[in-house]
Nanobody, 119 residues
Framework: QVQLVESGGGLVQAGGSLRLSCAAS????????IGWFRQAPGKQRESVTA????????YYADSVKGRFTISRDSASNTVYLQMNSLKPEDTAVYYC????????????WGQGTQVTVSS
């Protein structure tokens, strides 16, 4: 079955950087879209960024444009989220998720990785 495993979270000072990884397995993802979501305490989960596995069609939330970059490595079946110029408001649990590009909802979710940005 599909498995998504996030890693790379941690504690960083404001202005710092982190790179999250999402290792995907269990099927061929060529017709899938991979997204990163985050959920802060007491807040709803929000979409951060997404990319089609075949490349292109990237999306970024306004709050992260110019600071976060999504990319994927087909050879290792890994999607990355490079986060620069981090702010305390970026503090959240970050999840990667996968869905077929022909469906609306994300069907597969990772367990999440905590990102904490101190001021």
């Amino acid at each position: 079955q599909v498995q998504l495993v996030e890693s790379g979270g941690g504690l960083v000072q404001a202005g710092g950087s982190l790179r999250l990884s999402c290792a995907a397995s269990g099927r061929t993802f060529s017709t899938y879209r991979i997204g990163w979501f985050r959920q802060a305490p007491g807040k709803q989960r929000e979409s951060v960024t997404a990319i089609n596995w075949s490349g292109g069609s990237t999306y970024y939330a306004d709050s992260v444009k110019g600071r976060f970059t999504i990319s994927r490595d087909s050879a290792s079946n890994t999607v990355y989220l490079q986060m620069n110029s981090l702010k305390p408001e970026d503090t959240a649990v970050y999840y990667c998720a996968a869905k077929s590009i022909s469906t609306m909802n994300y069907d597969y979710w990772g367990q999440g990785t905590q990102v904490t940005v101190s001021s």
